[in-house]
């Protein structure tokens, strides 16, 4: 299990995490090995998605998931995400860039 981000929804999180494990349970799949150390050197594992717009695309994919959490949750989920990503890529002159932008600042921290 990778931890997971301090921004997440804690629920949404947790609701993914138990339904991870009771796919695993139901399809009866190994547990991988344990990592140890520093994991993100650990380059004999699958590269996690590196953007919102490539998770989302992984949880469509993901049809286990989709029927654990919910067909409807997800599908709000997924509206919703997506029209963030259209206006953080409308608003922000390089929606590739890793630092912390104005846009991010007012949608996640001023209108609280």
Known sequence: MRLGDGA???YLMTAALLAA????????????????????????QAV?????GEALDAL?????????????????FEVMKRDEIER????????????????EVREYFLDL
Not at 48 to 52: E, R
Not at 60 to 76: Q, T
Not at 88 to 103: F, K, L
């Open 8 to 10: 997440a929804n804690a």
């Open 21 to 44: 494990g009771l796919d695993g349970i139901r399809r009866e799949l190994a547990a991988p090995p344990a990592a140890v150390g520093y994991s993100y050197e650990d380059e004999s």
């Open 48 to 52: 996690l998605p590196m953007s919102l």
């Open 60 to 76: 469509r994919a993901d049809a286990p998931l989709i029927e654990l959490l919910g067909g409807d949750l997800v599908n709000v």
């Open 88 to 103: 953080y890529t409308a608003d922000v002159p390089d929606p590739s860039t890793r630092d912390v932008t104005a846009w």
